[in-house]
């Protein structure tokens, strides 16, 4: 099965973008993972955080990043939301964000 991705703004693939070589490197090779094993895809690569979003969760020499993420009509993967991770937590704003961001994709 074929997916492709999407991001929900310029920002969040200039955020990403924006990533350490080591972070992004690492964001490539599980960007190529999720599109190989989608949906099944799980930790240490991917973490489901709920009612239908997900979270990528690059990281390399320079520290972790995490993508939010969700699955939508037509074999599509929107990337919601990105940032480079300064807490062992993911931020409330954060998450908060990912999941408004999500809502309006599924509501169209």
Same mark, same amino acid.
Not at 22 to 27: C, N, R
Not at 100 to 105: D, I, L, S, Y
């Given at each position: 099965m074929s997916? *492709? /991705?999407e991001y929900f703004n310029q920002r969040v693939m200039d955020e990403i973008e924006s990533w350490p070589v080591?972070?992004? *490197? +690492?964001?490539a090779r599980v960007i190529k $993972? $999720?599109?190989e094993f989608g949906p099944a895809l799980r930790m240490p690569h991917s973490r489901a955080m709920g009612s239908g979003l997900f979270e990528l969760r690059?990281?390399?020499p320079e520290g972790v990043a995490r993508v939010f993420y969700c699955y939508a009509s037509g074999q599509r993967i929107v #990337? @919601?939301?990105a940032f480079i991770k300064k807490t062992r937590t993911t931020p409330t704003r +954060? @998450? +908060?964000?990912a999941r408004?961001? #999500?809502?309006? /994709?599924c509501d169209g």
């Open positions: 997916y *492709a /991705v080591g972070i992004l *490197a +690492d964001y $993972l $999720l599109f690059p990281c390399g #990337m @919601l939301h +954060d @998450l +908060d964000t408004r961001r #999500m809502k309006r /994709v």
